[in-house]
């Protein structure tokens, strides 16, 4: 009683953007890096690189902003 019935171990969430890939209409995901310092993958159709920053400090010029889902050229 009271016990959580679910024995197996609950793992941290990894900490995403999600993006849809203009280049061939399809939704993917972008994780986070072991360091924490930018957000990396592929569209999942093309296998275009893809890597946002993360931190105070943007590339280029950039907008710092707390939006988790992004439209990618």
Do not use: W
Request: net charge positive; proline share 5%; aromatic share 10%.
């Amino acid at each position: 009683m009271g016990e959580d019935t679910n024995n197996e171990e609950q793992k941290p969430k990894k900490k995403f953007l999600g993006i849809y890939f203009n280049c061939c209409h399809i939704y993917g995901r972008l994780y986070a890096n072991k360091d924490s310092t930018a957000y990396v993958g592929r569209c999942p159709k093309c296998l275009r690189p893809m890597r946002v920053p993360i931190g105070q400090e943007a590339e280029n010029g950039q907008q710092i902003t707390d939006r988790r889902f992004f439209r990618a050229d």
